[in-house]
């Protein structure tokens, strides 16, 4: 009897997950070379993907995702013209991730879910496969939506316990990719320091509020600027080894990927370091 064969997306075990809306192509081939899977670009890229293909050019196995594509931003239309461009020129290396976004920042931020269900209707109107796209997702009606309506979920600045509670609504052919947040310092109190600074946008924000006293924060960790214990949480540090077995808490929870991203590092000069060592200690192939 022959196995069954994973509809998946191959990312790998790991992944970087970079806030910078574009790749460029030369930070792509290192983060390839590195051996990491994917490539995960955030901050609501431009529907046009026009970083995709220069990108995809300068490297041969390494997967690019959006982290994602903003429903209220990026038209469903242009988005998909842009998916069957890139998949006709570089077939099964690109995953669309599409989201809500957040509804204190949108002003027409209005019935998210069904919004995220119309896009996704435009979508499948535009022949965008169900296999090659992800939603991010954090509660249960949007997990349950993400299993039903395309490959799976991309939930983000969550921890393992998330990840494990997620795996248990959508089942196990469902792809789940979450990211998790790295410092790579010993200090305790730099490295909270610096995840303070990035988590501090989202302390205001109610889909991650709720998400977090959700899996068991209390209101005093997620009041601003966050507690010891929520920083902890999110934003995994010490040695490359000690952050390496944070993350692989993920995978033994149910994960099939973790997006890493790296904070303090913004320029390609100060990431590669940084992602070269954290290879080693998560035994990637390089």
């Known amino acids: 009897m022959t196995g069954s064969v994973s509809l998946k997306p191959d990312l790998g075990r790991f992944g970087v997950w ?28 431009d529907a046009d993907l026009a970083w995709v293909e220069p990108a995809l050019a300068e490297t041969s196995s390494l997967q690019l995702a959006t982290g994602i594509v903003n429903v209220w931003t990026a038209p469903a239309a242009e988005v998909a013209a842009s998916y069957q461009r890139i998949e006709s020129a570089y077939p099964g290396r690109f995953l669309l991730g599409v989201g809500v976004g957040h509804p204190e920042h949108t002003e027409q931020y209005q019935k998210p ?22 939603l ?38 469902v792809f789940l990719a979450p990211e998790h947040k790295v410092v790579l310092t010993t200090d305790a109190a730099e490295a ?18 709720n998400n977090w ?21 999110l934003v995994a540090y010490g040695t490359p080894d000690a952050i390496a077995r ?31 060592e954290l290879a080693g200690a998560l035994s990637l192939t390089h």
């Open 18 to 45: 970079l806030g910078s809306r574009s790749l460029e192509p030369e930070l792509a081939a290192q983060i390839e070379s590195l051996g990491y899977g994917g490539a995960w670009i955030g901050a609501s890229p």
């Open 192 to 209: 909270r320091a610096v995840g303070r600074k990035f988590v501090d946008f989202y302390l205001g924000l109610s889909n991650y509020v």
């Open 113 to 134: 879910y069904d919004a995220l269900v119309s896009y996704l209707d435009a979508l499948d109107n535009a022949l965008v496969p169900t296999s090659r796209r992800v």
């Open 136 to 173: 991010a997702a954090l509660g249960p009606r949007v997990l349950e939506l993400a299993a039903a309506r395309s490959a799976g979920a991309h939930p983000y600045l969550t921890t393992p316990e998330h990840t494990g509670k997620a795996r248990h609504l959508v089942g196990n052919t």
């Open 213 to 233: 006293l959700r899996l068991g924060f209390t209101e005093d960790d997620v009041r601003k600027p966050g507690s010891d214990r929520l920083i902890d949480a």
């Open 246 to 276: 944070r993350l692989n808490e993920h995978i033994d929870a149910g994960a099939d990927h973790v997006a890493v991203q790296v904070l303090g590092a913004s320029r390609p000069e100060q990431l590669i370091p940084v992602l070269d």
